[in-house]
Structures are given as C-alpha cells and as structure tokens.
C-alpha cells in the first residue's frame, strides 16, 4: 500500500530524493518512517517523522545528511539524502505506523510496530 521510488545509482558525495506515497489512506495521520538493510545486515532506522511533523528521527549516521519531509498535498514523504556515501548502500524501504507519539517517534520506531510496508528501491552509492 506504499510505494517507495527516487532509488539509483549515484557517485559518493551526490543526493538522491525518495519518495514513499500511497492512495489506500490518508499518510498525514501516521508516522512514516524510512528503513534501509544492506546485505547480510539487519534492517535499520534510517529516519521518522510523526504524524503532525511535530516530531522527527535520524540515525547517528544520518544526522546532517538526510533530511525528511512530508507533502501532505501529494500524500507522500520525502527522504532527501545529500552527500552520500557508499556506506549508504542498501534497499530503502518506507513504512508507516498509526498511534505512536511525538516521544516515541523521536526515540526512533522499530521495523516490528510498524504497519504498512513498501516495497524497497535501491540506493547504490560506488565510484
């Protein structure tokens, strides 16, 4: 019920935009969240952003980089990734999760409470 798009192929230090949006419900009432797994490697937070905005998440190896957002117009979230590198590399997936507070968000949300999954887009970062 969620689509994640905006994966590619991109030299170290360029940006890539994701995009997670979805027609089954309203994306604004839920917290969003982008995953990431590498292979061989567990799925990790990448970044959150609760329902209302009023609350956002980033992983210490994200912090500065990424920045996340939301449009509620277009019903999507925006995960805007600058200077990237090749430890970045990995599938992205969004998801969303209805219920959790601006504190918890903040803490970060494990890939277990969410609610809706999307499929994943590759992100490849190499020289």
């Known amino acids: 019920q969620l689509q994640a798009s905006g994966g590619g192929w991109v030299q170290p230090g360029g940006s890539l935009t994701l995009s997670c949006a979805t027609s089954?419900?309203?994306?604004?009432?839920?917290?969003t969240c982008w995953f990431r797994q590498a292979p061989g490697e567990e799925r990790e937070g990448v970044s959150c952003?609760?329902?209302?905005?009023?609350?956002?998440y980033y992983a210490d190896s994200v912090k500065g980089r990424f920045t996340i957002s939301r449009d509620n117009a277009k019903n999507t979230v925006y995960l805007q990734m600058n200077s990237l590198k090749p430890e970045d590399t990995a599938v992205y997936y969004c998801?969303?999760?209805?219920?959790?507070?601006?504190?918890?968000?903040?803490?970060?949300?494990?890939?277990?409470?969410?609610?809706?999954w999307g499929k994943g887009t590759q992100v490849t970062v190499s020289s």
């Open positions: 952003i609760s329902a209302g905005d009023g609350s956002l």
């Open positions: 998801a969303a999760q209805y219920g959790s507070s601006w504190n918890q968000v903040a803490a970060g949300l494990s890939p277990n409470v969410m609610d809706f």
């Open positions: 089954g419900f309203n994306l604004q009432y839920y917290a």
